[in-house]
């Protein structure tokens, strides 16, 4: 057994009711965690002295449309002292309240403001839970899977109302309707002014 493997035994047997599984891939120890548990979770892993991952790297989401619970939240810590990273794992839906670790680590607030914005992850507890990157009135969240690539909404400011303005998306340009028939054979069409310059057709 190797030296991660044990320690997703001892962390998974400190914490039993909060831990559901432990797995090494790529030299990394990943643990499974009921949401209602990461404040006590990370708060173990912080301050045990057998862990000491006492420096917070990242806190994201992994979108599956398909799953009951379709968000994986995931946490990655550092320990210096044992020279290793862990990566948490947590199973939301839309409506599930992940409860956020600020407390533990301050430096996550702007962390699980992000994963609320792209993803539509709640975070209770937080302080400022509210939009970081996208703007005022959005509408959706841009990471999800089933997110259309066009948006929803369009931004503008119009200088003529002096104020910023929402409307639905419109394409100006239908642009999957191309009259090329591949990249390299050009388009269909008579000769265009210029054209003789390149010569004949091969």
């Known amino acids: 057994m190797s030296k991660l493997d044990e320690l997703g035994e001892t962390i998974k047997a400190a914490l039993p009711d909060a831990v559901t599984e432990h797995a090494v891939a790529f030299d990394q120890l990943t643990l499974g965690v009921h949401a209602d548990k990461i404040v006590d979770v990370v708060r173990f892993l912080r301050d045990d002295p057998g862990c ?23 946490y990655h810590l550092l320990s210096p002292t044992l020279n290793t990273r862990i990566r948490l794992r947590v199973a939301a839906d839309e409506t599930t309240q992940v409860p956020s670790i600020i407390e533990v680590f301050p430096g996550t607030d702007w962390f699980e403001r992000e994963c609320y914005d792209l993803y539509g992850v709640i975070f209770t507890g937080h302080p400022d839970m509210r939009r970081l990157l996208t703007d005022y009135g959005f509408d959706g969240h841009p990471l999800r899977k089933d997110f259309p690539l066009t948006g929803f909404v369009e931004v503008r400011y119009d200088d003529q109302e002096k104020r910023v303005l929402y409307e639905p998306v419109r394409l100006n340009q239908e642009f ?21 310059k390149a010569g004949p057709k091969v």
């Open 176 to 196: 999957r309707n191309f009259d090329f028939l591949s990249p390299w054979e050009g388009a269909d069409y008579p000769m265009l002014p210029g054209d003789e």
């Open 52 to 74: 000491r991952f006492v420096s917070f790297t990242d806190v994201t989401a992994v979108d599956y449309p398909g799953r009951e619970k379709r968000f994986e939240v995931i």
